[in-house]
Protein backbone atom coordinates (compact mmCIF):
# COMPACT_ATOMS: atom_id res chain seq x y z
CA UNK A 1 0.00 0.00 0.00
CA UNK A 2 1.52 3.21 -1.02
CA UNK A 3 2.06 5.85 1.88
CA UNK A 4 0.25 8.45 0.26
CA UNK A 5 -2.46 7.73 -1.62
CA UNK A 6 -5.00 9.92 -4.09
CA UNK A 7 -6.77 9.79 -6.85
CA UNK A 8 -4.31 11.63 -9.74
CA UNK A 9 -6.98 13.23 -11.90
CA UNK A 10 -7.88 15.42 -13.69
CA UNK A 11 -10.63 17.57 -12.33
CA UNK A 12 -11.84 19.26 -14.37
CA UNK A 13 -14.56 21.51 -12.82
CA UNK A 14 -15.93 25.09 -14.30
CA UNK A 15 -15.34 28.29 -12.44
CA UNK A 16 -17.71 28.85 -9.18
CA UNK A 17 -17.79 24.92 -8.91
CA UNK A 18 -17.26 22.79 -5.58
CA UNK A 19 -14.53 20.25 -5.56
CA UNK A 20 -13.79 17.84 -2.94
CA UNK A 21 -10.36 15.71 -2.99
CA UNK A 22 -9.16 12.49 -0.55
CA UNK A 23 -6.33 11.15 0.26
CA UNK A 24 -5.31 7.96 2.63
CA UNK A 25 -1.99 7.53 4.59
CA UNK A 26 -0.63 4.59 5.35
CA UNK A 27 1.19 4.76 8.45
CA UNK A 28 -1.19 5.59 11.75
CA UNK A 29 1.80 7.24 13.71
CA UNK A 30 1.64 10.11 11.35
CA UNK A 31 1.86 13.45 13.08
CA UNK A 32 1.06 16.41 11.26
CA UNK A 33 -0.73 16.54 8.00
CA UNK A 34 -0.79 19.62 4.87
CA UNK A 35 -2.14 20.54 1.34
CA UNK A 36 0.13 21.76 -0.13
CA UNK A 37 -0.18 23.14 -4.08
CA UNK A 38 1.95 22.92 -7.19
CA UNK A 39 1.74 24.69 -9.91
CA UNK A 40 4.06 23.33 -13.38
CA UNK A 41 7.04 23.00 -12.63
CA UNK A 42 7.33 25.02 -9.60
CA UNK A 43 8.00 24.30 -5.77
CA UNK A 44 5.16 22.78 -3.94
CA UNK A 45 3.72 25.88 -1.53
CA UNK A 46 1.74 25.28 1.88
CA UNK A 47 -1.84 25.54 1.29
CA UNK A 48 -3.13 24.87 4.61
CA UNK A 49 -2.36 22.67 7.55
CA UNK A 50 -5.00 19.90 8.74
CA UNK A 51 -6.20 19.42 11.85
CA UNK A 52 -8.32 16.56 13.50
CA UNK A 53 -11.02 19.14 14.58
CA UNK A 54 -11.40 20.54 10.72
CA UNK A 55 -9.88 23.39 9.72
CA UNK A 56 -10.82 26.34 7.43
CA UNK A 57 -8.92 29.23 5.53
CA UNK A 58 -11.36 31.15 3.28
CA UNK A 59 -12.97 29.14 0.21
CA UNK A 60 -10.16 26.16 1.48
CA UNK A 61 -11.77 23.50 4.28
CA UNK A 62 -9.76 20.49 5.56
CA UNK A 63 -10.42 17.66 7.13
CA UNK A 64 -8.51 15.22 8.96
CA UNK A 65 -10.08 11.32 10.35
CA UNK A 66 -7.21 9.73 11.96
CA UNK A 67 -8.97 6.74 12.71
CA UNK A 68 -9.66 6.66 9.04
CA UNK A 69 -6.25 7.79 8.27
CA UNK A 70 -8.16 10.22 5.20
CA UNK A 71 -7.15 13.44 4.60
CA UNK A 72 -9.87 15.71 2.39
CA UNK A 73 -9.56 19.19 1.04
CA UNK A 74 -12.66 20.89 -0.80
CA UNK A 75 -12.68 23.84 -2.56
CA UNK A 76 -16.11 26.42 -2.94
CA UNK A 77 -16.29 28.89 -5.60
CA UNK A 78 -13.41 27.80 -7.45
CA UNK A 79 -11.24 30.38 -9.48
CA UNK A 80 -9.19 30.00 -12.70
CA UNK A 81 -6.43 30.53 -10.27
CA UNK A 82 -6.87 27.07 -8.71
CA UNK A 83 -6.03 25.17 -11.56
CA UNK A 84 -2.80 23.09 -10.00
CA UNK A 85 -2.10 20.03 -8.70
CA UNK A 86 -2.98 19.62 -4.86
CA UNK A 87 -0.68 17.65 -2.72
CA UNK A 88 -1.75 15.84 0.37
CA UNK A 89 1.36 15.78 2.69
CA UNK A 90 1.90 13.51 5.89
CA UNK A 91 4.79 13.98 8.48
CA UNK A 92 5.78 11.36 10.54
CA UNK A 93 7.88 13.85 13.11
CA UNK A 94 7.23 13.08 16.65
CA UNK A 95 9.12 16.67 17.46
CA UNK A 96 12.59 15.54 17.17
CA UNK A 97 14.58 14.36 14.45
CA UNK A 98 12.14 12.54 12.47
CA UNK A 99 10.55 15.46 10.14
CA UNK A 100 10.52 13.98 6.58
CA UNK A 101 7.69 14.89 4.33
CA UNK A 102 5.28 12.18 2.26
CA UNK A 103 4.36 13.39 -0.47
CA UNK A 104 1.23 11.72 -2.24
CA UNK A 105 1.34 11.72 -6.11
CA UNK A 106 -0.90 15.15 -6.13
CA UNK A 107 -4.40 15.67 -7.66
CA UNK A 108 -4.60 17.88 -10.99
CA UNK A 109 -7.43 20.10 -10.98
CA UNK A 110 -8.23 22.29 -14.12
CA UNK A 111 -10.87 24.85 -13.74
CA UNK A 112 -12.48 25.60 -17.02
CA UNK A 113 -14.23 29.11 -17.88
CA UNK B 1 7.54 37.91 3.51
CA UNK B 2 10.91 35.62 4.34
CA UNK B 3 11.57 32.70 1.74
CA UNK B 4 13.94 30.00 0.60
CA UNK B 5 16.17 30.84 -2.07
CA UNK B 6 18.03 28.65 -4.56
CA UNK B 7 20.77 29.01 -6.66
CA UNK B 8 21.09 28.08 -9.22
CA UNK B 9 17.66 27.80 -10.53
CA UNK B 10 19.05 25.53 -13.48
CA UNK B 11 22.33 23.48 -13.64
CA UNK B 12 23.39 21.44 -16.22
CA UNK B 13 26.23 19.09 -15.98
CA UNK B 14 28.19 16.10 -17.51
CA UNK B 15 27.81 12.56 -16.04
CA UNK B 16 30.38 12.34 -13.49
CA UNK B 17 30.82 15.75 -12.31
CA UNK B 18 30.26 16.78 -8.97
CA UNK B 19 27.76 19.52 -8.28
CA UNK B 20 26.75 21.85 -5.36
CA UNK B 21 23.34 23.21 -4.85
CA UNK B 22 22.92 26.11 -2.74
CA UNK B 23 20.00 27.36 -0.41
CA UNK B 24 19.45 30.17 1.55
CA UNK B 25 16.99 28.98 4.32
CA UNK B 26 14.31 31.15 6.48
CA UNK B 27 16.53 33.12 8.63
CA UNK B 28 14.51 31.91 12.03
CA UNK B 29 14.33 28.18 10.81
CA UNK B 30 16.29 25.55 12.53
CA UNK B 31 15.66 22.27 10.63
CA UNK B 32 16.86 22.16 6.96
CA UNK B 33 15.67 19.86 4.17
CA UNK B 34 16.68 18.19 0.78
CA UNK B 35 13.73 17.30 -1.86
CA UNK B 36 13.83 15.82 -5.03
CA UNK B 37 11.40 15.46 -8.05
CA UNK B 38 12.23 13.27 -11.14
CA UNK B 39 9.52 14.95 -14.02
CA UNK B 40 6.44 13.71 -13.85
CA UNK B 41 7.29 12.18 -10.75
CA UNK B 42 5.87 12.77 -6.61
CA UNK B 43 8.86 14.78 -4.48
CA UNK B 44 10.83 12.69 -2.51
CA UNK B 45 12.41 13.16 0.43
CA UNK B 46 16.35 12.79 0.83
CA UNK B 47 17.54 14.21 4.14
CA UNK B 48 17.03 16.23 7.24
CA UNK B 49 19.38 18.22 8.76
CA UNK B 50 19.35 20.17 12.38
CA UNK B 51 21.81 21.14 15.39
CA UNK B 52 24.54 20.81 12.42
CA UNK B 53 24.02 17.27 11.58
CA UNK B 54 22.08 14.97 9.16
CA UNK B 55 19.13 13.88 11.44
CA UNK B 56 17.25 11.75 8.86
CA UNK B 57 18.06 10.47 4.94
CA UNK B 58 16.20 8.34 2.51
CA UNK B 59 17.38 5.30 0.79
CA UNK B 60 17.99 7.59 -2.04
CA UNK B 61 20.62 9.89 -0.30
CA UNK B 62 23.58 7.13 -0.81
CA UNK B 63 28.02 7.92 -0.44
CA UNK B 64 27.35 10.39 -3.30
CA UNK B 65 25.65 12.89 -1.97
CA UNK B 66 26.66 14.85 1.22
CA UNK B 67 25.36 18.15 2.97
CA UNK B 68 27.14 21.01 4.75
CA UNK B 69 26.13 24.18 6.41
CA UNK B 70 29.49 25.99 5.61
CA UNK B 71 28.26 29.09 7.53
CA UNK B 72 25.13 30.81 9.10
CA UNK B 73 22.77 31.13 6.20
CA UNK B 74 23.86 28.44 3.44
CA UNK B 75 22.81 25.16 2.96
CA UNK B 76 24.14 22.95 0.57
CA UNK B 77 23.55 19.67 -1.33
CA UNK B 78 26.36 18.26 -3.22
CA UNK B 79 26.70 15.35 -5.35
CA UNK B 80 30.02 14.09 -5.70
CA UNK B 81 29.73 11.74 -9.16
CA UNK B 82 26.86 12.60 -11.00
CA UNK B 83 24.48 9.99 -12.83
CA UNK B 84 21.97 10.20 -15.35
CA UNK B 85 18.84 9.06 -12.55
CA UNK B 86 20.32 12.19 -10.77
CA UNK B 87 18.33 14.12 -13.43
CA UNK B 88 15.48 16.00 -11.28
CA UNK B 89 14.46 18.84 -9.81
CA UNK B 90 15.93 19.33 -5.77
CA UNK B 91 13.99 21.57 -3.70
CA UNK B 92 15.33 22.97 -0.09
CA UNK B 93 13.05 23.81 2.78
CA UNK B 94 13.03 24.79 6.27
CA UNK B 95 10.89 24.89 9.14
CA UNK B 96 11.35 26.62 12.23
CA UNK B 97 9.96 23.21 14.38
CA UNK B 98 10.44 19.86 13.94
CA UNK B 99 6.88 18.52 13.21
CA UNK B 100 5.45 22.29 11.77
CA UNK B 101 5.46 23.50 8.43
CA UNK B 102 7.62 23.21 6.05
CA UNK B 103 8.75 26.08 3.57
CA UNK B 104 9.94 25.20 0.07
CA UNK B 105 12.56 27.12 -1.98
CA UNK B 106 12.05 28.02 -5.81
CA UNK B 107 13.93 24.43 -6.73
CA UNK B 108 17.03 23.75 -9.09
CA UNK B 109 16.64 21.60 -11.98
CA UNK B 110 19.66 19.49 -12.40
CA UNK B 111 20.05 18.24 -16.01
CA UNK B 112 22.97 15.33 -16.40
CA UNK B 113 24.01 14.70 -19.65
Known amino acids: RKEVEQDPGPFNVPEGATVAFNCTYS??????FFWYRQDCRKEPKLLMSVYSSGNEDGRFTAQLNRASQYISLLIRDSKLSDSATYLC??????????????FGTGTLLAVQP | EPEVTQTPSHQVTQMGQEVILRCVPISNHLYFYWYRQILGQKVEFLVSFYNNEISEKSEIFDDQFSVERPDGSNFTLKIRSTKLEDSAMYFC???????????FGPGTRLTVL
Open chain 1, 89 to 102: VVNLGYGGATNKLI
Open chain 1, 27 to 32: NSASQS
Open chain 2, 93 to 103: ASSEAGVGEQF
